[in-house]
């Protein structure tokens, strides 16, 4: 991976989060008002390890509502022999968080507790102590994201209703080659990349809880959240993991609008 692909991403999540400075003026307090107030740190920090590998995760503990489309994403581009694609790990014409064709709840995306995690190569002598990469990830997204992914490098599964009222599946699982620069076809009865539209995260239980990107040097098995499964090894490069309650928003391939109110 290169520096410019990991800058682009880097500010491809800023842009997400979209936070806004804010100001306030500070007002005194008496002896009760204080004792009434509890707090907490917005950022958290955790260390663990994992497979010969020490990860150093960084959290922002915040809720943020999201309407954004993202166009014409390609990360991850070298060349890959085995299968090499469109040049690039994810390639995706169409990201879109949150559609104008429904409800006002539906316009917005609900992400919760936004992350970067830092992998290192566990080593007794900060000498040896190597850094492999990292991964940028949400404890819970919840919502209808338009998609249109021409190539994806990544494990991700996606459950879908065809016109008959049968059920579809979209299962990266299912590639010869584990997911690596995959263009989603199948033959017979399952949910191509083509036939996705998009997605709905999450459902009345709560949010999807396993969306995160990778950028590494080499696989790397990432620990996993507590109630739920381990996830697929991430391969080097640029790799996108998002199975978890996850259902297709159509099989026809149209992604929703996501156009300002009044337009």
Wanted: glycine residues 12%; hydrophobic residues 40%; proline residues 4%.
């Amino acid at each position: 991976m290169t520096f410019p692909t990991m800058r682009r991403l880097l500010l491809g999540v800023v842009l997400l989060c979209g936070m806004h400075a804010a100001s306030a003026q500070m007002q005194p307090l008496s002896e009760d008002e204080l004792s009434s107030i509890h707090g907490q740190g917005i950022v958290t920090m955790t260390n663990t390890s994992l497979g010969g590998y020490d990860f150093s995760k960084v959290a922002l503990e915040a809720d943020i509502s999201l309407s954004a489309n993202l166009r014409n994403m390609r990360l991850g581009e070298y060349t890959y022999s085995p299968r090499n694609g469109s040049g690039a790990d994810l390639d995706i014409s169409l990201m879109q968080f949150g559609r104008s064709d429904g409800t006002d709840a539906q316009r917005l995306v609900q992400i919760s507790n936004p992350y970067f995690e830092f992998v290192y190569k566990n080593a007794a002598d900060g000498a040896s102590r190597e850094a492999i990469g990292m991964r940028f990830g949400f404890e819970s997204i919840s919502g209808d994201i338009g998609l249109q992914i021409k190539t994806l490098s990544g494990s991700m599964r996606v459950t879908g209703t065809a016109a008959d009222g049968s059920t579809l599946v979209l299962d990266s699982r299912t590639d010869a080659l584990g997911g690596k620069r995959w263009d989603g076809s199948c033959s017979g009865s399952c949910l191509s990349l083509a036939q996705l539209g998009g997605v709905t995260a999450g459902d009345a239980s709560g949010g999807s809880r396993d969306f995160w990107v990778s950028m590494l040097k080499t696989a790397v098995q990432f620990p996993t959240a507590a109630g739920l499964p381990a996830s697929d090894p991430a391969q080097a490069g640029v790799w996108l993991n998002w199975r978890d309650k996850l259902q297709a928003l159509n099989t026809s391939g149209i992604t929703p609008p996501n156009l300002p109110k009044g337009r």
